[in-house]
């Protein structure tokens, strides 16, 4: 099977599309025919050895956690069958996505939203996951508050002015002017321009944020939060003393996997509820420059890497 690889930490001009033997299907997992694999920032900080001080990976490795496609075999374990559409984020730990056949294990699928393109299900599963996890599992974030998500345009982001705007918050979000009326139709009841305008200066006394930039805006967050409010960061470590003096939760989020939330989320779109905004499809042979361009930080919605 064809798949990109990298055998050395660097910039984007090591990854390689390489002709490898296809992975071995676990029994309670499935062989997947890759339609398309999500693009995410942690892909090329991984390919640029960024994340090493945190985990151990075994090079050459696939790069990409993200994925859709057809359930190609399935173990005797598995709970999918052959031909079935699936979509997902697989485990970080192992090889990724980029690749035209991928090992995934049961409880990392979901069946795929019916209601769009195979392919642009693969936008979906890691920035979504992220997004419901940071919003709901350690934000805690519930109707009648108010959450400020910055990088509002970006993968994450998008999902979370959403997602936030469903459970009945009022959403600040923070981008750029070319993205405000985007930010504002996926449903932020305010855009603030962060090139323009100075967020730190116009909120005071929100209930949540969620940080997806990091520097110096995680540092300037923490004096918009109410008493008793919280803050998640999912770009930067926080300082959780800064925090208990201010009396606000400060916390990292952490990846997570979730088949059945990506069920979930399948509902959400399939129910009209929930969009995905994809502003970039490339080759799997060109993934070099889908990460360059993921490294701009400038991209809106989301990047996919397509198989046909
Ligand atoms: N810990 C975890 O579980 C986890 C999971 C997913 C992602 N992450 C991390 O979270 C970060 C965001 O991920 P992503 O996939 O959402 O990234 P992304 O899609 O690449 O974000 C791009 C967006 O960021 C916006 N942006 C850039 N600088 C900004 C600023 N100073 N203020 C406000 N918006 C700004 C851009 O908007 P404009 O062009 O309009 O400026 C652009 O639309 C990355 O560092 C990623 O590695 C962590």
Redesign the pocket.
Known sequence: MKAIRFHEYGDASVLRLEDIPPPVVAPDGVLVRVHAAGV???DW?VRAGMMRAVRHYDLPMIPGWDLAGIVEAAGPLARFRPGQAVFGRTDGARDGTYAELVAARSDELAIAPGSIDLADAASVP??AL?AWMALFDKLMLTAGQSVLI??A?????SFAVQLARLAGARVIG???A??RDYVLGLGADQVID?RSEDFAAILSGVDAVLD???GD?LARSYGVVRRGGALVS??DAVDEARGQALGIRVQR???GVSGARCADLAALIDGGKLRTEVSARFALADAADAHRL?ET????GKILLTMQ
Request: net charge positive; proline share 3%; with cysteine.
């Open positions: 995410n920032p942690i900080k890691l920035a992220t910055h990088a345009s970006g993968g994450v982001g923070t981008c750029s070319a993205n962060h997806a930039v990091g805006v999912i770009a989020a952490a990846l993921s930080g400038r991209v809106r």
